[in-house]
């Protein structure tokens, strides 16, 4: 894949309330930075401002939004060195969720702290879990009419050599979220993600009808050892709207969980309606409740964003030279590699700590 650079969220607003994956992620780091301090704002300039520093530097930076309010980021990671920076007011930054290897470092910034697990979006934020959560039960009563729309044993032996581009690797399986329900409705980044694929394969059909396809990809995928990035839906966490296979250049997109999928030249279109169970007829999307569930996410969208909107009011800025300063402290402690840190890890140490004063 050409992009080194990535935006995703670790965490999401869903019909199943706020969840999020960073913990998995915790497990293939060696360090990790929790911002402590500061307004979202002065949080996201500081995470903004090194991932420049370390794109500057050639390496690949996966920019995590919040879920919340994604103009805001909370977080990022650096793949090639396993190391991460986070949100010090994230729901998973706090103690006994890190694995005993990972080494956890705080860093204070400068102004008042503010973070999603701190209540800064008030009763709002409930309002819209509420709404969302009542958006999750009519996607499943729209995915349950009918019973299971396509015969899976069809399904799953053409989606087992459907793609051909897998070749052996490291077997890897990372969980992200491509969207999330946020301030002004449904965001995502799946055509950002899966645009500089060389190939996209994109599913369309009944609802649920793709998770069969999506599940013996990802199946096949693991079994050859090819890393995989497993995007989950932002409506039911439990189905994958988005697989990459990175190595591969491939993706491929599941239009039947609740997400239209905009088309790009070149995709790989499957309608699925060619495979439905005989007997079960064409399953057809009940407009009504389509609607219902559109205009819940719509709501939640408008209650988020009236609740953020102070968060980008009044914000004060710490002086550039001092948020630039702690920005190239951390690029430094990243970007050495292990085997200097492993020669100097005094130096090393001593430097990481200097960031924390």
């Known amino acids: 894949m050409e992009n080194n650079n990535r935006h995703l969220f670790g965490s999401a607003l869903t019909g199943r309330g706020f969840v999020s994956y960073w913990r998995s992620h915790f497990e293939d780091f060696r360090l990790l930075y929790l911002l402590n301090g500061g307004t979202p704002a002065v949080q996201s300039l500081t995470i903004r401002l090194l991932g420049l520093a370390l794109a500057d530097r050639g390496f690949g930076v996966n920019y995590f939004h919040r879920a919340e309010y994604p103009r805001f980021l909370e977080g990022l990671t650096v793949p090639s060195r396993a190391a991460g920076v986070l949100s010090g ?3 998973c930054a706090r103690e006994g969720v890190f694995p005993p290897h990972l080494e956890v470092l705080d860093v204070a910034l400068p102004g008042a702290p503010g973070g999603l697990s701190e209540g800064a979006l008030g009763p709002g934020l409930n309002e819209a879990l509420r709404l969302l959560q009542a958006a999750g039960e009519t996607y499943e009563r729209i995915r349950r009419r009918g019973g299971e729309p396509v015969d899976e044993g069809a399904v799953a032996a053409r989606a087992a050599g459907w793609i051909e581009e897998l070749r052996v ?3 890897l399986l990372r969980h992200y979220f491509a969207g999330s329900v946020a301030a002004g409705g449904v965001r995502d980044f799946i055509s950002h993600l899966s645009g500089f694929c060389r190939k996209r394969y994109v599913l369309r059909g009944a609802p649920g009808a793709g998770a069969v396809a999506v599940r013996e990809v990802l199946i096949q995928a693991l079994s050859r050892g090819c890393p995989v990035d497993a995007c989950h839906s932002w409506i039911n966490p439990g189905d994958l709207v988005l697989l990459l296979l990175p190595e591969n250049g491939v993706a491929v997109v599941d239009g039947t969980c ?3 999928p905009e088309l790009l030249p070149g995709d790989v ?3 699925l309606e060619s495979n439905l169970r005989a007997g ?4 057809q999307r009940e407009g009504a409740r389509w609607q219902e569930l559109n205009a819940l996410l719509d709501e939640a969208g408008q209650i988020l964003e009236a609740s953020a909107e102070h968060l980008e009011k009044g914000v004060v800025y710490p ?7 702690i920005v190239s402290r951390m690029a430094r402690a990243i970007a050495v590699p ?3 840190r492993a020669a100097s890890a005094v130096r090393v140490a001593q430097e ?6």
Do not use: F, T
């Not at 002086?319 to 300063?325: G, R």
């Open 280 to 283: 079960a007829g064409a399953l």
């Open 269 to 271: 279109v499957w309608e």
């Open 319 to 325: 002086p550039e030279e001092e948020v630039q300063k």
């Open 338 to 340: 292990e085997g200097r």
């Open 258 to 260: 609740g997400y239209e």
């Open 89 to 91: 007011g994230h729901p």
């Open 352 to 357: 990481r700590r200097e960031i924390c004063l």
């Open 169 to 171: 690797g490291k077997p």
